[in-house]
C-alpha cells in the first residue's frame, strides 16, 4: 500500500459527459501527479500540483483540468469525454524536498463508452 | 529532458540475473536515474536510484558508467513474479517534476 488514494476504482461513463477523479496524496507529500495510461500509448504524464500550484503540464488535453485543494487533496475533471480517454489514470505523490521517489495510486479505470 | 532508450521486451528464466540497459545520451550533469517497476494495472513502484558508479540496494543493483550515457538495472536471480515492465527516467536530482515514463522494458521470467 503506497499511502495514496484514488476513488473512484472504476467508472463507467458515456461519451460527452464529464468526470471528475479524486486522489488523496500520502500524508506530508506537498506535490501530487497525474498520469494516464491507454494501451496504445503507455505511461503519459499530464500535470503536477505542488502545495496547491500548478507546478507542470504533461500532454493534457484542454478538455481535462486539475486542481489542488488546501488540503492537498487534487481532482483531475475530464468534459467532453471521447472513447479515446478510456485509459488507467494514476495519482502519484511525493515530496520533492527530500526524495525523487513518486508514490502512485492504485488507479481509476474510465471506460467511455 | 534527456531522451532514454530501452528496449521494448526481455525474456528471461526463474534464478536467472536480468540486465536491463537504459541509453541516455544527452543525460545531463544534475541529472540522476532512475528505475520503476510497473505490474499489470498496478501503479509504477520506484525501484532505485542513482547518479554515478553503482548503487545496491535490497532489489537490485544500478551500473552507472563513468559517461553516465547509458545505465543497467540488474535484478538478481529473478522469479515469476519479477514479470513486468520496467521503466528508466532521467531527471534533475529533487527538481524532477516533470517525469517522462518511456515504453519501458516489458521482462518475461518464464519457468
Known amino acids: 500500500d503506497s499511502g495514496v488514494t484514488q476513488t473512484p476504482k472504476h467508472l463507467i461513463t458515456a461519451t460527452g459527459q464529464r468526470v471528475t477523479l479524486r486522489c488523496s496524496p500520502r500524508s506530508g507529500d506537498l506535490s501530487v501527479y497525474w498520469y494516464q495510461q491507454s494501451l496504445d500509448q503507455g505511461l503519459q504524464f499530464l500535470i503536477q500540483y505542488y502545495n496547491g500550484e500548478e507546478r507542470a503540464k504533461g500532454n493534457i488535453l484542454e478538455r481535462f483540468s486539475a486542481q489542488q485543494f488546501p488540503d492537498l487533496h487534487s481532482e483531475l475533471n475530464l468534459s467532453s469525454l471521447e472513447l479515446g480517454d478510456s485509459a488507467l489514470y494514476f495519482c502519484?505523490?511525493?515530496?520533492?524536498?527530500?526524495?525523487?521517489?513518486?508514490?502512485f495510486g492504485p488507479g481509476t479505470r474510465l471506460t467511455v463508452l | 529532458l534527456a531522451k532514454t532508450t530501452q528496449p521494448i521486451s526481455m525474456d528471461s528464466y526463474e534464478g536467472q540475473e536480468v540486465n536491463i540497459t537504459c541509453s541516455h545520451n544527452n543525460i545531463a550533469t544534475n541529472d540522476y536515474i532512475t528505475w520503476y517497476q510497473q505490474f499489470p494495472s498496478q501503479g509504477p513502484r520506484f525501484i532505485i536510484q542513482?547518479?554515478?558508479t553503482k548503487v545496491t540496494n535490497e532489489v537490485a543493483s544500478l551500473f552507472i558508467p563513468a559517461d553516465r550515457k547509458s545505465s543497467t538495472l540488474s535484478l538478481p536471480r529473478v522469479s515469476l513474479s519479477d514479470t513486468a515492465v520496467y521503466y528508466c527516467?532521467?531527471?534533475?536530482?529533487?527538481?524532477?517534476?516533470?517525469?517522462?515514463f518511456g515504453a519501458g522494458t516489458r521482462l518475461t521470467v518464464k519457468p
Open positions: 527516467l532521467v531527471g534533475e536530482y529533487r527538481n524532477n517534476n516533470d517525469m517522462r
Open positions: 502519484a505523490s511525493s515530496d520533492p524536498g527530500n526524495t525523487d521517489e513518486q508514490f
Open positions: 542513482g547518479y554515478k
